[in-house]
């Protein structure tokens, strides 16, 4: 009995040993680790004000004078070879007259030396070498162009938070759609979504509906962050769309008034109807009227809300109302009143 509580002290030692310098040493990383997130917080997140913050802003803004001088650039080297061209033309013209005077010459003259036309051959070569490399910097320049017009696309989105729209349907229009409501289902809107769904999660049919699936990777919504793509994701989840602009596409609900709509101009009362935007950030459209309203709200949200193409208010006269003061009842009380104090001037 002795010896066998000797071996199990033995072994508990050897245990503790390499748990407690394990331990310690991550002890070690995770304080490294807080020191890494501490330092790379923005200052009113609780992080050191003396750390220079990158400005991605400003960074983009260089990458796109960047892009302009490049463009610039380009630019001068085909305006440099398209004059070049034009005086090669003008040398192969000459060349070409030479050679037709030396023809002139031999049907003149016998004995005359036999057209050379190794100059003309190797003017002709340069030419084409002259177009294309004019045909390379005019396709580098089209990619450069479309480059700056994705990139002050983006800037102007990015002032409206707009990089990311999401697009989702309410619980009752899922319903509804099952049922072949009114309402459109995701498989109707599949073409509209331009996620990464290798990242997001792809979709199909389960739970009775189709829908995007879990996302295999944690946090997934921050591959986002870093690109420059303008995409729609359909279907979101939830760690996703509290965090973008968001369109939810409802049954049915008609016409409603806000606080704004509430005082009548010119005798006419303004209604709003099949669509709701809040704050220019999330919006609720009417399933009866989706397939107008849903590129319109997208186009609202990418101009700030300051534009929209589709009218959603209707304006209703509201005639005015005859009313008998007489059926008042502060009117029948001051009337009861008067006749009260007359009969009491007799009575009293």
């Keep these: 009995m002795g010896v066998g509580i000797a071996v199990i002290l033995v072994l508990v030692a050897v245990m503790i040993t390499p748990l407690a310098y394990s ?5 070690e990383v995770e304080l490294e680790r807080l020191l890494t997130e501490y330092i790379i917080k923005e200052p009113n997140e609780g992080g050191p004000p003396e750390v220079e ?7 983009a803004q260089d990458e796109l004078a960047s892009l302009h001088k490049e463009l610039l650039d380009l630019q001068l080297i085909i305006n440099g070879i398209i004059a070049d061209t034009k005086e090669q033309n003008i040398t192969i013209q000459k060349e070409e007259i030479k050679i037709e005077l030396a023809q002139q010459k031999i049907q003149k003259e016998w004995g005359a030396a036999p057209i050379d ?5 190797l003017e002709y070569e340069k030419l084409n070498d ?9 396709f ?5 162009e479309k480059k700056i017009n994705t990139k002050e696309l983006l800037q102007e989105i990015q002032m409206y938070d707009a990089k990311l729209i999401g697009v989702n349907l309410s619980n009752s229009c899922i319903s509804s759609g099952m049922m072949g409501g009114l309402c459109p289902t995701y498989e109707d809107l599949l073409s509209l979504d331009s996620s990464n769904q290798e990242i997001s999660g792809g979709f199909s049919m389960y739970d009775g509906y189709f829908h995007r699936e879990k996302s295999q990777f944690v946090d997934s919504f921050r591959f986002y962050d870093t ?6 994701i359909l279907d979101p989840h939830q760690e996703l769309s509290s965090r973008i602009k968001m369109i939810t596409i409802e ?6 008034t806000d606080a704004y709509d509430k005082k009548l101009e010119d005798g006419l009362r ?3 109807k099949d669509r709701i935007i809040n704050d220019c950030y999330t919006a609720n459209i009417s399933s009866e009227n989706w397939r107008l309203l849903l590129p319109d709200t997208i186009f609202a949200f990418r101009n700030g809300c300051s534009n929209m193409e589709i009218d959603d208010t209707v304006k209703f006269n509201m005639p005015y109302t005859k009313l008998d003061k007489s059926s008042f009842t502060q009117i029948k009380y001051q009337e009861w009143l008067k006749e009260a104090k007359l009969n009491c001037k007799v009575k009293c």
């Design 117 to 121: 036309n190794t100059q003309l051959s």
């Design 227 to 232: 690109e420059d793509t303008i995409r729609i």
């Design 251 to 256: 049954n049915k609900f008609g016409f409603f």
């Design 270 to 272: 303004t209604m709003k």
């Design 23 to 27: 331990y310690t040493e991550k002890q």
């Design 140 to 144: 580098q320049k089209n990619l450069t």
């Design 130 to 138: 002259l177009t294309n490399e004019l045909k390379t910097i005019l």
């Design 53 to 59: 913050l990158v400005d991605f802003k400003k960074l």
